[in-house]
């Protein structure tokens, strides 16, 4: 009985080394000196809370990240994503489809969060279907009409609209800013592909996007081996943008007033602005 058990026990150690064996042959090696996590588990940095009597003074202001200039370029790469690293878009495409967040439709000239949209509606504004004629490559060789759906990719989108509020909190004596709403845009083109204007696709109410956007990874150009989330890229402002549009009695944008350099002074003259009141707020 005994010589049984010990014969018992001694095969399930064999088993029990074979299969530890069997895991670490599965297991990748260490991409890197130390193991970092695989999925970012923060939370966002929660706002100040401020009383009605001590928002003063509130200005709005609209801008555009342009992700083809070099410091915003980690919002664009990668291309093609990997473990946690995605592109901005593909993060908000990906929280979409999930129901994390919530799209708002676009086509308001007031840029507000009225209409909800929902993933398929999203899809359906940005995928295109075409009719097209094409050639049999078999006798009689005649031609025949055809669709063509041309599928939406993250790399499609270049820029992004910003909504932020300008404010004075009379009670901390600061100048804040917050981030109220994101919006993606493409290109737009005619039936010749020649460039026809700029396409908003929805709105993203970023204070509702900011827990998904702390889960998400950012390329740190500074330091690879702190951990930067999207959350963080927009909370220490690391982006580089301009200014389109203020708010003004007429509810106009500065294109619709200004072209070319005036355009171009006109945006840097609101930036000035908002810099020179919260200097002439205090007394040196």
């Known amino acids: 009985m005994k010589k049984i058990i010990s014969m018992l026990m001694l095969l399930l150690l064999f088993v029990s080394a074979g299969s530890f064996a069997q895991q670490l042959m599965n297991t990748p090696p260490r991409d890197g000196v130390v193991d970092m996590a695989d999925k970012l588990e923060k939370k966002p940095i929660p706002y100040p809370w401020i009383r009605n009597s001590d928002y003063v003074w509130q200005k709005r202001i609209w801008r555009v990240i342009d992700m083809r200039e070099k410091m915003n370029q980690p919002m664009y790469f990668p291309e093609v ?4 690293w995605k592109s901005f878009m593909t993060v908000l495409v990906d929280a979409l489809k999930e ?7 676009a086509s308001s000239t007031t840029d507000e969060f009225i209409i909800p949209l929902s993933y398929k509606e999203v899809m359906a504004k940005v ?7 094409m050639q049999r490559d078999y ?22 609209r910003i909504k932020e509020d300008w404010f004075f909190d009379k009670q901390r004596s600061m100048m804040e800013v917050r981030i109220i709403g994101i919006c993606p845009i493409i290109d737009q ?11 908003p696709l929805f709105w993203i109410y970023f204070p509702e996007a900011r827990t998904v956007l702390a889960k998400s ?53 609101i930036k ?9 707020l205090w007394e040196y």
């Open 139 to 160: 006798p009689p060789y005649d031609f025949y009409d055809t669709v063509i759906i041309k599928k939406f990719h993250a790399t499609d989108v270049k820029k992004f």
């Open 189 to 199: 083109l005619d039936s010749k592909g020649d460039f026809k204007g700029y396409k």
């Open 81 to 84: 994503p990997h473990n946690n």
């Open 217 to 269: 990874e950012v390329f740190n150009r500074f330091n690879g081996a702190a951990k930067l989330t999207y959350d963080d890229f927009f909370w220490k402002r690391m982006f580089s943008s301009y200014i389109y549009k203020e708010d003004n009695v007429y509810d106009r944008s500065i294109l619709e007033y200004a072209q070319g350099i005036d355009a171009m002074l006109e945006s840097d003259r």
């Open 127 to 133: 995928e295109k279907a075409d009719s097209t004629q």
């Open 272 to 280: 000035n602005d908002l810099f020179t009141f919260e200097q002439q």
């Open 99 to 105: 129901g994390s967040i919530t799209a708002y439709d």
